[in-house]
């Protein structure tokens, strides 16, 4: 193992993250979003952040035309605060499995996704991972790991100011700080990157 000869090196290594993470990760808040809609502002005049609705061991899937799942999402409990409309769930597990594309992966210890559906944060345990290519020379499997993301549909964006680790068959890198854009296709990690890197086998 050596470590990373140039920043050219670095960024080949970390080229995947925009398109194929957070693709998956928009996916999910759209999907977070579909499954719990905004109540309505609370009645009572009571303006207190106290849940009105919940929910456990909730499980929601989405079918193709063929039938088969292509979005799965579970979680141990669910809530719904109708003073902002937000949605928090409790160990949460969201699958894609859309044919002809490596299966995706997000699961974390929390998620909440804001009251306008703009933004959604993974907390604890965050993991985030793609599976291998089913292709002659695919990409193998790749895996990123934080305690804290957030997620920007919209602005096809994802941003940690926490430590980030991205593993994969060719090596490690280490981070504090990531910003995934999708829009232009990069990934920056902000400081303190470092990580190991073994050249492809002849």
Do not use: C
Not at 125 to 143: F, L, Q, T
Not at 146 to 170: F, G, M, N, Q, S
């Amino acid at each position: 193992m050596t470590d990373f000869p140039s920043r050219r090196a670095l960024d080949r290594a970390v080229a995947w993250m925009p398109v194929l993470l957070l693709a998956g990760l928009a996916a999910l808040t759209w999907w977070l979003d579909s499954q719990v809609q905004d109540a309505g502002p609370r009645r009572d005049g009571n303006a207190r952040h106290d849940p009105d609705l919940f929910a456990e061991d909730v499980r929601g899937v989405e079918l193709d035309e063929a039938g088969r799942a292509v979005q799965t999402l579970a979680a141990a409990r669910a809530r719904h605060y109708p003073d902002d409309g937000t949605v928090e769930f409790d160990d949460p597990r969201f699958v894609m499995t859309q044919p002809d594309r490596p299966k995706f992966t997000v699961r974390a210890d929390r998620a909440r996704v804001s009251g306008d559906r703009e933004r959604a944060f993974f907390e604890g345990n965050v993991r985030a991972a793609r599976a291998a290519e089913k292709v002659a020379d695919g990409a193998g499997p790749v895996e990123l790991a934080t305690e804290y993301l957030e997620v920007i549909p919209k602005r096809d964006r994802a941003v940690t100011d926490r430590p980030v680790t991205i593993t994969e068959p060719r090596g490690i890198i280490r981070a504090t700080g990531l910003v995934l854009d999708n829009a232009t296709k990069t990934a920056t990690l902000r400081s303190e990157v470092r990580g190991t890197f073994s050249p492809p086998a002849r």
